[in-house]
Structure formats: C-alpha cells, structure tokens
C-alpha cells in the first residue's frame, strides 16, 4: 500500500519509520491532532492525490481509522473512498510474547481520559472485572496522566482476587523490549509507561513451569473439572 501512494500522513514517529523515496511526501503531526490530519488526509485526496495515513500496530485499534471516518463526516468528502488495512496491534504481540492469555473471551479498553471521562474508563472497568474477562489495558499511562494505573488497579482489586496474573508488555517487538508476569496485588504502578501494555488475567488465567501465561478457551468447564 505505502508503495503505491504519493502521501504518507500521521504522527511523526510513525511517519518517519516509512522509508523516504522519490515522488513520496511525508507529512510528520503532533500526538494529539488526529481529526485535523485526518481531514488533512482527505484534502489531498480529494485533489486526486493518493494518501496512507498510517498509525502504529493496527490503525483500527485506537488508531487512525476512526480519526479519518470522523472527518469524513463532512460532507465535502462524501466521495473520498477509504479502505482500512489491517495491522498486527500491540495486544496481540504481548499475547504471544506471553504465551496464550487472550485465548478465551477477552475485552480492549485505553486508560486514557484524554477523549472520554475517567468516571467511564471507571464504570467500564468495573463492568469488565464482574464479567470476569481478561482484560488489555492500552495507553496505561503518560508524562502527564500518571495516577490512572494505581486507580484502576484498586478498582480491579475491588472485583478480582491480589493473584490475578498480570502481563506486562513494554516495547515488545523492538531494541528495548521487556515482558514481566506478575500479580495484580504487586503490579508496580509507578513502573508503568505509555510504551506498556498490560494484561490483566481472568480467574482461570493462569502461569506454566515455564512461566508462560494461558487462559482455557473453556473457563468455566475447565475450573470445574480441576
Ligand atoms: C495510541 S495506542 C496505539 C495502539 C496501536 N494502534 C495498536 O494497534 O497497537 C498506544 C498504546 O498502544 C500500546 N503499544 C503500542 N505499541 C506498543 C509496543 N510496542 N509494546 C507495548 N505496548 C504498545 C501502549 O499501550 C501504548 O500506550
């Protein structure tokens, strides 16, 4: 796909990684702009120009996807055709990293209140723990969003139990990775950065030998036959 257009858009660290070649122009933005580089996108597409705009992992995973269909709403672009690939998002890396621990049911939420109230990522977590889901924990944590982690680990030690495996994946796939297995009574929330994901176990999630961690596809079947 990158190959075949003449735009790259997006934020800057993600821009930088498509390698520069002639008849292609990068367009490097800020973190927090999305629908203004998303409508960006569609300006140029609009003049007949052909545009990626890519985000890191997937870019339907609080990604850039949703940013260019929310532009898109503006009618000017009512015939700007929009076609979404699929990445390999941060969840599904540190899941393997790990081992199997998204194998049974599973929910996806970003700790984030930049763009939703925490009173939400509240009611939603707490939503998450009584159903018993694993859980994967996106944008834990920022410079200035620093107190998130400890917050919701408290509410989820209000539903789980302190042994709930907790997965950590930090960097996975590049120079600086790490991934750390512990426990939600001592997941470290001071550790925690926006280059971690984490994973929160469900009841039947569970730690090998081996150290690597699996949920049975069959929960409950599998806790009452043990
Ligand atoms: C704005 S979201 C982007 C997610 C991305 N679209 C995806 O599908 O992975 C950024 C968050 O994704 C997670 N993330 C992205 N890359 C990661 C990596 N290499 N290792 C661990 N977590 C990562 C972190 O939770 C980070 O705060």
Redesign the pocket.
Known sequence: MLADVQHVVGYGPYVNRVPQREGLTRHASGNTVEVDRARLALDLALAGERVAVV?????????MAAAVFEAAEDEAYAGVPIRVVP?????Q??AARAGAPIGGDFAVM?L?DRLKPWSLVEQRLRAVAEADLVLA????A?RSRTTQVADAQALLLQHRSPDTVVVI??????AE?SLTVTTLADLDASSID?????IIGASGTRVTGAGQVWTPRFAERSRAGS
């Open positions: 985000s890191g992992g997937d870019a339907g995973i609080f990604g990445g390999m998002s941060a969840v890396v540190v970003s984030s924990i996106y944008n834990p920022s994946g930090r960097d996975v796939g590049r990775e926006m280059k971690c994901l984490l």
